[in-house]
């Protein structure tokens, strides 16, 4: 199994720009999840999916679209990238949704100038 | 709202025990976990906790939790050079329909050789 992977690895993107961020995972597993991390701030959730075609809101939704069409993917979509948007965002999947084990991916760096 | 606080910097040496320090708000927390994230990668999971256990051991890992005081640790025994990282507290809020973990700031663990 490759886990959890994501592409791309680093991206930087000019402010107004759109992109979108790429999680799959081949662990069949139902719950799946982004997060973005920042300097002493820790982990916040942005969107979560606890199966394919159900999506919800977490901590910090604003400025991202998400959507579940299959199981195994889960792309992160950045309407229109600002500066605040800086981060390292991390997809994470679950087997269920009680969340015993959350398996993450590698990250991608994002910068918006 | 939920809330999960540790300290920021640990230092160590090499062989000692390191003790990781997390205080949480939520009494309603069902599962408590401990998350390792080394340079450049995303977070593992160490261990987790169900909020109805004292401790729980794992190898060189030592959970405990007082619930009274809603304090977890986390005792890493013989603490080695690859221990050095950013160690992240975790809690599930038990909320009907919650899917989201709310996490610490992370405590960066450096060893000295």
């Known amino acids: 199994n490759a886990g959890v992977t994501q592409t791309p690895k680093f991206q930087v993107l000019k402010t107004g720009q759109s992109m979108t961020l790429q999680c799959a995972q081949d662990?069949?597993?139902?719950?799946m999840s982004w997060y973005r991390q920042d300097p002493g701030m820790g982990l916040r959730l942005i969107h979560y999916?606890?199966?394919?075609?159900?999506?919800d809101q977490g901590e910090v939704p604003n400025g991202y679209n998400v959507s579940r069409s299959t199981t195994e993917d889960f792309p992160l979509r950045l309407l229109s990238a600002a500066p605040s948007q800086t981060s390292v965002y991390f997809c994470a999947s679950s087997y269920g949704t009680g969340l015993y084990e959350q398996y993450f991916g590698p990250g991608t760096r994002l910068t918006v100038t | 709202g939920e809330d999960v606080e540790q300290s920021l910097f640990l230092s160590v040496r090499e062989g000692d025990s390191s003790v990781i320090n997390c205080t949480y708000t939520d009494s309603s927390s069902t599962y408590l976990y401990w998350y390792k994230q080394e340079p450049g990668a995303g977070l593992q999971l160490l261990t987790y906790i169900f909020s109805n256990m004292d401790m729980k051991q794992d190898q060189r890992l030592t959970v405990l939790l007082n619930k009274k005081d809603k304090h977890l640790s986390l005792r890493i025994a013989d603490t080695q050079t690859g221990d050095s990282a950013i160690y992240f507290c975790a809690e599930r809020y038990s909320g009907a329909g919650s899917y989201q973990l709310t996490f610490g700031k992370g405590t960066k663990l450096s060893v000295i050789p």
């Open positions: 662990m069949n597993h139902e719950y």
């Open positions: 999916s606890v199966g394919a075609g159900i999506t």
